[in-house]
């Protein structure tokens, strides 16, 4: 076994640094204090919890379709408009934050913990997951 490593040490390597960027984005989440929700939790957050939804795509994916109700504030902006969403953090109400896949809106959910908003999800697959998920987006 010492025999291989040794061997195939890059190969080794090259597995360690894949475990760790796979690893990466769930722990940050966790560890941020964020979570995860599917379409359909978020759906429950939105109906039953008065969660807010924030989509911090890019204009041009906001106006290809955005879940209804959404607050517009791409990644690129989010921290420069947090007094916008200020009335939210004070509401206390769930934030589920939205992107096309759910990488942008990771990073996105880590800045509004930290930013002081209260409870903060992720939403798994983005507006990827949200449209298989059979559910509308609004132009």
Known sequence: M????QENWLLVAGLGVMAVLLLKGPLTLRLGGVGSVDPAGAVRLINHDNARVVDVREDREWQQGHISGAVHA????????????EPIKESGAPVVVVCRSGTRSATAAVQLRKAGFPSVYNLSGGTMAWQQSGMPLEK
């Open 2 to 5: 010492i025999e291989f490593l």
């Open 74 to 85: 791409p990644l690129g902006q989010l921290s420069g408009r947090m007094d916008e969403l």
